[in-house]
């Protein structure tokens, strides 16, 4: 791959029209050899681990440079441990059956035609990423996987690390005789080269941004493309009029608690005004204990005292930390209304008895994931049986929720006849 | 509705909010309930026969002011058995089955969650058409088939006809207590509503432009919401050395001359050089006897004394009309490269008896629809026996090749537990 090129674009359209060649090539090459590809680069990897441990030294040399704080630079670090899962990352997907070329319907019409929807790549993906190295083992394999060629545009905080696992992913391409354009890294920091790339809808057919909300808008404003959104889960518990309480306070412990830097962690919690009086101190005192502040409305505050007042702007806030909003409701319908009107579409849940109130939490809610007595935190592609994801869409279009290998896919249709014309 | 506003984005706003809280409204009425409005749609639409040809009849008078051709005065024009076809269509759709609320998938996870996934509307769509008002009546009968409030943006031509169809349409919505503002019709030429509209992602889901090229580039630069085009068809058939030279001609001739004007005719012809000689003089009696005009390659020039020459430009343009291009080439290989090259991944035929050929033509060729030994114009959603259709996808993302009443759904998962938390 060419290191450094002063015009941008040329650079930008270079990459993009070696990632469509490549598709085409990938697109036909059987799932046991991109299969053998995954399982000979989890192999490479571990060999490769003294090198790649050495880019990832100079990557954390520069951290200071880049500002990052301890936290980031833990997730940035990476040892023989890490290296190894990375390893098994690509073996599992490896294990994974494969989506491309399988029949996903069929008809057979009056006049004899044999009509099958057949599953195959999307063609070619650009992926935005921040910076943990361990994504771009395992986008890449994600993505040639389900067929399609991927261009990694990763932080440049992790540059150096990518770039060395990059270089086994695509040796090992070449040792199988793979198109080695199905994985590039876009090796230049320069902002332009994203802006020239999601121009290129000519040569790209998906752009799918991972990290903060600003980044994911200024894609999916600049993509010329289609782009697979993963924005804010501003997630609920509502706890019912006929919810088991002991059950609720676990739930909405597990959902706020288990982790709160994540999208699919609960940020609100509405409690039916039956069991408010019941409920608030209960879960009050189990979030403070965990270090959570509350910020709730008159009724909230009445019932737990160190809860402090929410503003208009709390209902729609994802903390992504220890804080969490409160509001009592008169009723199921009033909790929905709410949740259509704050909430973020990504993960609600109810905790209830009562199966009249599930059902019609789950028909008017409108979010990805609806969860019925389980906490919000298996909204997960892990969680939901798919082995692998790339993200979780919080679009309706082409693909909601988890994004896995299937969601990486379109289809075609073939059409088998002996000669039937139209009349 | 209001008629005339002055301010055009005021104007387009409210129709796009209304939208919005109609859909909230279909997404959880019952099939059942939204089967019977098709079916007295239908009725009242046989029942106001009368002031519906009223309306086409001021059309009509118009018809010379907007310039139209006789060919779209015939198309513009409606009689009693015109408006009898439209309503046998809202009836059609109504026989169809329920796509919303099916569950599409299912698991049940180790730890006991059962995760359904599940069919729900996508919520809005603004669909942009040309002059027939049948479409009107059509589009608006898929999505709410589907669940989706839908804003309709018909051509000028046939302002009143369509306006007279939706006061119909609406009437029967309040009297089946669903959402008037399921059906709006843009009730104004003005193009900055359009412009308007394509803005408003927050309450429009997607945009489905449904005309010329010209109209669909537009609705994809402006708009901010994805958008379903529906883009040309270059559609080639491809004549194998091991092709039955009888049907082969059959399927050529079908695919053409059935009918010139349509997005799933032939436009291209490749040959096999070991057939050429005996196919060409064959295939170009048969098409110059129906007045098709042949541009061709060096080789057809040499096999078919009528044939001009084919410009780079021929073997890319889409005809619909009278015109075909066709060239020689080596290999079934050579084929699949001039079609990717050329084509516009719209529809493609092989006409062979070998099977490998066959399975090699329908891997390689990245089209919505790859025909073997059969017609291009079976690419419809009707002989696909989806039994409704709003277009045919060129796209690869979300919906391809045509678009019925699943093409305009997304889905939800919904999460069943018994207090299940995650460690």
Request: proline share 3%.
């Amino acid at each position: 791959m060419a290191v450094v090129e002063t015009d941008t674009k040329t650079y930008s359209r270079r990459l993009a029209e070696r990632a469509r060649a490549a598709s085409k090539g990938l697109a036909t090459a059987s799932g046991e050899l991109r299969d053998a590809w995954l399982r000979s680069s989890a192999a490479a990897l571990r060999e490769a681990t003294a090198s790649i441990l050495e880019a990832n030294a100079r990557d954390l040399d520069n951290a200071d440079g880049f500002g990052l704080t301890d936290a980031e630079k833990d997730r940035l670090r990476l040892d023989r441990k890490r290296v190894d899962a990375i390893a098994a990352g690509l073996e599992q997907i490896a294990s994974l059956p494969d989506p491309i070329g399988r029949v996903i319907d069929h008809t057979r019409r009056p006049n004899g035609l044999s009509i099958s929807k057949i599953r195959v790549p999307l063609g070619t993906v650009f992926f935005i990423y921040e910076s943990r190295p361990n994504v771009t083992a395992d986008a890449a394999a994600i993505c040639v996987k389900s067929g399609n060629a991927v261009i990694l545009r990763g932080g440049k905080e992790a540059a150096n690390s990518s770039a060395a696992i990059v270089a086994v992913l695509r040796e090992e391409l070449v040792r199988h005789d793979l198109p080695t354009d199905a994985v590039q890294i876009v090796e230049s920091s320069d902002r332009d080269i994203v802006g020239h790339l999601l121009r290129m809808n000519d040569c790209i057919d998906v752009a799918i941004p991972r990290g903060g909300a600003g980044l994911i808008r200024r894609v999916a404003d600049e993509a010329t493309m289609p782009v697979i959104k993963h924005f804010d889960g501003n997630c609920h518990v509502y706890v019912d009029s006929a919810a088991d309480l002991e059950l609720a306070a676990k739930i909405v412990v597990n959902s706020k608690c288990s982790r709160m830097g994540v999208c699919n962690a609960c940020e609100s919690i509405l409690i039916h005004r039956d069991v408010a009086k019941t409920f608030l101190p209960k879960i009050g005192k189990e979030l403070i204990e965990r270090g959570i502040q509350i910020r709730g409305d008159e009724a909230t505050r009445a019932a737990i005292r160190d809860a402090i007042a929410a503003t208009e702007e709390d209902w729609s806030t994802e903390y992504l930390g220890p804080a969490i909003s409160c509001k009592v409701v008169d009723s199921l319908e009033q909790a929905i209304d709410w949740i259509e009107r704050y909430g973020s579409h990504h993960t609600d849940a109810i905790v209830t008895r009562d199966l009249t109130a599930s059902q019609k939490f789950a028909a008017g809610v409108d979010s990805a994931a609806v969860m019925i007595n389980a906490s919000t935190r298996f909204h997960d592609g892990g969680e939901f049986g798919m082995g692998a994801e790339i993200g979780i869409s919080t679009d309706k279009f082409h693909a909601r929720g988890p994004c896995g290998l299937e969601e990486l896919t379109s289809y075609k249709y073939v059409v088998v006849g002996d000669g039937q014309i139209r009349q």
